[in-house]
């Protein structure tokens, strides 16, 4: 086929140090891609950012391989299928994908492309239905396992993935408190989302402010920072207390190996238990979550809060904007106007 389109990509130049800069990056024009049998090509409208996505750009394993140098950069992303040779799409479909920073990508019917039937406002599916709300969804309800009652603690409270838990947790009953890095934050979780108390780590003693907002400790800890956040939780754990380990945002711009925490011994007084957990594992559950993520928005018990970056070549910088604290809420790029998107650009010759 062809479109004689254009696909920009945002390429790995560089290993990152720190914060990213665009030199680390190369913005290029490579051709549409060919399809061959069984795949089907999508145009990206939106690119959720995730702190996982810096962690790619190191070296080492984890449970995706690096982005090498010279490759397109991984993430997330939504579109529409403009052209496909696969029964699982039809040209129009949404899908939510990994397509990386790139205008068009080649998706397959796998674990990692999911077709919408019914998308509705598709910046909600990066913000809340897609798999932000699955982390949130399953980390906390079948990893963390809260009961009502309880204190659930959430870090990086006013994020895409943390400000859903801390509501989530509020359906089920429990006590819930964030911690945040500024004041406006802790506001917006405490004002907006119904928290109940949220400490400012940036300012606040943490260990005193943890031992005065759950004086009957710590029940389950959702972590999204790492580092001396999750130490000083560690230290204020309950008889056992769950730690979920969602993300560590606090270290994944250092060099070399983070230090372990040394309140880590708690876990064995207290009989608690910290876990890993990945979205994927539960990729056959995801029907269920997102219908009841839908009937909780529906009956006005969730709110969520977005940060727009307009435009593929600020995609670095919307990447920057989650370790610096810039955003509330989730950080999506928006690479194309879904209304601008052509649903039928090609034909077989």
Not at 93 to 114: C, E, H, I, K, N
């Amino acid at each position: 086929m062809s479109l004689g389109t254009v696909n920009r990509q945002v390429l790995l130049a560089r290993r990152p140090v720190g914060l990213v800069d665009d030199d680390d990056f190369e913005l290029v024009g490579s051709p549409v891609p060919e399809l061959a049998e069984g795949e089907a090509l999508m145009r990206t409208i939106y690119l959720g950012m995730d702190a996982t996505v810096r962690t790619w750009l190191n070296r080492g394993e984890g449970y995706l391989p690096a982005v090498e140098i010279g490759e397109v950069v991984r993430g997330s992303g939504i579109g529409r299928i403009v052209a496909t040779r696969s029964p699982a799409f039809a040209v129009g479909d949404v899908a939510y994908s990994l397509p990386g920073w790139q205008d068009y990508a080649v998706v397959r019917d796998d674990a990692f492309t999911t077709r919408i039937d019914d998308p509705g406002d598709l910046r909600s599916m990066m913000s809340v239905f897609g798999a932000t709300g699955a982390a949130a969804y399953f980390g906390l309800t079948d990893v963390g396992r809260p009961q009502p009652g309880q204190t659930v603690v959430v870090s990086a409270a006013a994020g895409a993935t943390g400000s859903l838990v801390g509501q989530i947790a509020k359906i089920l009953g429990c006590r819930v408190v964030g911690i945040a890095g500024t004041d406006a934050k802790c506001a917006w979780v405490v004002d907006e989302l119904g928290f109940d108390g949220c400490i400012n780590r940036r300012t606040a003693d943490l260990p005193r402010e943890l031992s005065e907002l759950c004086p009957d400790r710590v029940d389950v800890f959702f972590d999204n920072v790492g580092g001396v956040v999750l130490d000083a939780v560690l230290g204020r754990l309950a008889m056992h207390g769950r730690v979920v380990l969602c993300g560590a945002i606090s270290v994944y711009n250092d060099q070399g190996r983070p230090p372990g925490p040394s309140n880590y011994l708690n876990l064995i007084s207290r009989r608690g238990r910290m876990e890993g957990f990945i979205t994927l594992d539960y990729w056959d559950r995801f029907p269920e979550c997102f219908d009841q993520l839908r009937r909780w928005a529906a009956e006005g018990r969730l709110r969520w809060r977005e940060d727009v970056f307009p435009g593929l070549e600020q995609a670095p910088m919307a990447l920057n904007a989650l370790f610096t604290g810039a955003n509330t809420g989730k950080v999506i790029v928006q690479v194309a106007d879904d209304a601008d998107v052509p649903v039928r650009i090609w034909s077989p010759t």
